[in-house]
């Protein structure tokens, strides 16, 4: 094969990147573009599709031109923000409105009155997820009831996550969604082919809209050859979590992984039965090969890195997101300070829409350092409430593989193993997430036979050991139990 690179789209929150990559998982370039967010109203969260397309587009033409040309780039695959939804035009791919993303609290009161009504017991036994804003299924139709350009559309209306927005612009057409991406939309059952007729029918969505739900590994579909002088296949797509367990090789049965990127998502891989929670966690499918589904319980934290950047431009206490570590290893403890990050709420074991973040324990002796140390602390802290949802679930962590930009905190990862009380191994190479859609991308395109054979992309990990004394993690997370128990009170 005389094409050797793979070109990864990696769609997120807050930028879009095109990467470039070896067959052998080395980094040959990257480009990124920043984009916009749009707050109209607390609990409102919205991105623009149009220039989520038109910056993938220019990303991805410069990665084009330093592999060399579009014939030297085997396969694209592609990895996305999870839940957030585009609706657009079947005729011409220009979306219709603004696109709601994950993070968005619009559709609260409509969860709430459905789980008033005794829905949540059926979409858990079908889909494994919880009645939350967090998923596409009520954005979906609250974009139909509220936004009459939407329903005005009619046959030509088209609904999409991210990965099936994109492909249908890369490919002039195309209309598909991988099984990862659409069991996140809550109108997908855990072991169906297709949309269910239930699901629909309660938030009132048009199957006709949706995408036909595909594999994560094959040929999925050809871009236009106008975009980059020849036409590249499209060869894999998962969400963002299921693609960093798949770049961190949990492969296998009980692997867990965890990633810290604007939320925080921790995914154990499930094998090809599909689990069932009673510690309200999600299922979810990790991907889909040859038609053949593995399966992950997950835990959803809303907001991680998001909050360091909080903390950086609205609130001004970090000049830069590093600065973090070194204001938290300048105080020997955080001063009774506690901070709990519900800025979007709280996600699992919780799954509270209307809780609101709170910082406790503030004296006069009190500094700007022990607030950024409890926000770091934060992280260990959601974890481990994570941890003893899942140990409850019957799944035991006995290490945990981590990445994410905020994993770049040597102080915070040392947290995270004393916490949890167990070995966190951290990647030499970050962008395991990119890696993961990689891995599809060349096995769908035939470059490897199997998810384990590409795991030779994979480069090393590094293991952090703990080492705080027992008194002063349980110390440490009394305290915390204290401050979320005073959150989930109001």
Known sequence: MSAQQILVID??????????????????????????????????????AAEIWQKTLRCCEKMVEKAGGADKIAAIGITNQRETVVAWD????????????????????????????????????????????????SKIGW???NWPGVKAAGDNLAFGTIESYLIYRLTGGQHVTDASNASRTMLMTLTGEDWDDELLALFDIPKAALAQIVDCAGHLGSTSADLFGSAIPICGSAGDQQAATIGQACL?????????????????????????????????????????RTYALEGSVFVAGSLMQWLRDDIGLLKFAGESEELARSVSHNGGVY?????????????RADASATISGLSFSATKAHIVRAALEAMAHQCHDLKTAFSGDGVDWRSLRI????????????DLADILDIPVERPEFFETTALGAA??????????????????????????QPMLESTVRDERLAGWRKAVSGVLKN
């Open 439 to 464: 891995m599809l991308a060349a096995v769908g395109a035939g470059i490897y036979d199997t998810l384990a054979d590409a795991s030779a992309m994979i480069s090393g990990f590094d293991s952090y």
């Open 143 to 145: 974009m139909l009831e």
């Open 339 to 351: 901070l709990v990050p519900a800025l979007s709420g709280l996600g699992a074991p919780h799954w």
């Open 90 to 137: 079947k005729r011409t791919g220009e979306p219709l409105s603004k696109a709601i993303v994950w993070q968005d609290r619009r559709t609260a009161e409509k969860c709430d009155a459905l789980k008033a009504d005794g829905h949540e017991p059926m979409i858990q036994s079908k889909t494994g997820l919880l009645l939350d804003p967090y998923f596409s299924g």
């Open 252 to 292: 296998e049965i009980g692997q867990t992984k965890a990633t810290f990127g604007t939320g925080a998502f921790i995914l154990t891989n499930s094998g090809q039965v599909a689990p069932n929670s009673e510690h309200r966690l999600l299922s979810t499918v990790l991907c889909q090969l040859q038609g053949q």
């Open 11 to 48: 769609e997120g929150t807050t930028s879009t990147r095109a990467m470039l990559f070896g067959i052998d998982g080395k980094l040959h370039g990257s480009q990124q573009e920043e984009l916009t967010q749009y707050y109209p109203a607390p609990g409102l969260v919205e991105h623009d």
């Open 403 to 414: 990445d994410g930009g905020m994993v770049a905190n040597d102080w915070m990862v040392q």
